[in-house]
């Protein structure tokens, strides 16, 4: 079990990989409260089984070490995206791809600091 954001700022993408790397074996899940689809994609890529938001209870923990494949059946929703949500996802997906540097996001995104941090102070999923 991995978590997105682990001590020192340090990303689990970055652990997974590391993980996988050293047994491609071993089932990885993440479990993070900063889910979006951009890190969900990026850390299957990475070797990880499976991507969990909080709050996951130990049935959807357990189901997910157990999964050995993608389920095709899984029904497609119909659900409009609203802009909040693709800001959301383009800020996660730009964060993925800076390691979690905030002042580098912030940056690429061509917004302050200070704005940047506010956004994902307001939306964080726990």
């Known amino acids: 079990m991995v978590d997105l954001k682990l001590a020192g700022g340090s990303s689990g993408l970055t652990c997974v990989q590391t993980l996988h790397a050293h047994d491609a074996a071993m089932r990885i899940v993440v479990l993070t409260g900063f889910a979006s689809i951009a890190t969900a994609v990026e850390a299957i890529k990475l070797g990880a089984r ?20 993608g389920e095709p059946q899984t029904p497609l929703t119909e659900r409009p995206t609203s802009i909040k949500t693709l800001e959301w996802e383009r800020i996660h997906e730009t964060l993925a791809e800076t390691d979690f540097n905030i002042s580098e996001t912030a940056r690429r995104l061509g917004m302050h600091r200070r704005t940047l941090a506010r956004k994902l102070g307001k939306r964080q999923l726990s």
């Open 50 to 69: 499976h991507y969990l938001a909080k709050p996951a209870n130990t049935d959807d923990i357990e189901a997910a070490f157990e999964r050995t494949a």
